[in-house]
């Protein structure tokens, strides 16, 4: 990088697009160096555009750009990688995914950790991995690296670790109640035996992804507002 106002050759994945004028794009970029940054591509759109299909999802980026506001000029733009090609419910789980990044991402507020895991989960999706642990694993760290860590351990108040035979209630703000078999808000609790094994990254039983994905929905729809994600009607 040059300096704050011109950056050289930047790695990075594009997690949203629309269209500006006749023939710009304004991209959303997920970046090694700077976490998300809006990006103004001009000339990009028409039949001799000189980097027509190279602006597409999933596909790593070299990109170059200027300016001191939030929305950055590019400069130029090249591909790092081939571009993943993904089909089926593994294309419908990275367009999820790329749209919790933009949704929950600061502008310019650097995560390279996740830039890693971002870059990982592309990479298991490409080679068919098992689904919904995956995407579970995913959201659990994505929600540890911003701070927002389900404590899977321990109880929230007494600190007692979980154990497999509980019940738990979930509540965003604090952690996990220990309650009463029947009681509590059904559609916020949730057996230990699950809890254990997400944290474990062991989810087998259909019972427990279901209910893993239960949980996991639920905590980052605090983080989102109550804002349903547009991604979501693709697995209907």
């Known amino acids: 990088m040059a300096s704050s106002h011109q950056v050289s050759l930047c790695s990075a994945f594009l997690i949203h697009a629309r269209p500006y004028r006749e023939t710009s794009l304004i991209a959303d970029l997920f970046t090694e160096e700077q976490g998300r940054v809006s990006v103004l591509f001009k000339g990009v759109r028409g039949g001799r555009a000189r980097h027509k299909g190279l602006l597409q999802p999933f596909g ?10 939030e929305l ?14 993904l089909q089926g419910h593994y294309l419908f789980c990275a367009l999820y995914v790329n749209e919790l990044l933009q949704r929950l991402l600061q502008p310019q507020d650097p995560h390279p950790e996740l830039f890693t895991l971002y870059t990982r989960l592309l ?9 919904e642990p ?15 860590g389900l404590p899977l351990e321990a109880e929230a108040i007494s600190g007692a670790a ?18 009463l078999p029947g009681s509590g ?52």
Not at 60 to 69: T, Y
Not at 123 to 131: C, I, K, M, T, V
Not at 207 to 226: D, P, S, V
């Open 60 to 69: 790593r980026l070299l990109v170059s750009w200027q300016g001191q506001r």
């Open 162 to 179: 979980l154990v497999a035979e509980g019940y738990y209630q979930y509540d965003p703000e604090a952690g996990f109640f220990s309650v």
């Open 185 to 236: 808000e059904r559609s916020q609790v949730y057996r230990g035996e699950m809890l254990l094994a997400l944290a474990r990254g062991e989810l087998h039983s259909p019972e427990q992804r279901l209910a893993a994905k239960r949980l996991m929905r639920h905590a980052l729809a605090h983080l989102l507002g109550g804002r349903p994600l547009r991604s979501r009607e693709l697995f209907v």
């Open 123 to 131: 990479q298991s999706l490409d080679e068919a991995a098992d689904l």
């Open 72 to 85: 950055k000029t590019a400069t130029d733009v090249e591909a790092a990688a081939t571009p993943i090609r």
């Open 134 to 148: 995956t995407l579970r694993a995913f959201e659990l760290q994505l929600l540890e690296l911003m701070g927002y």
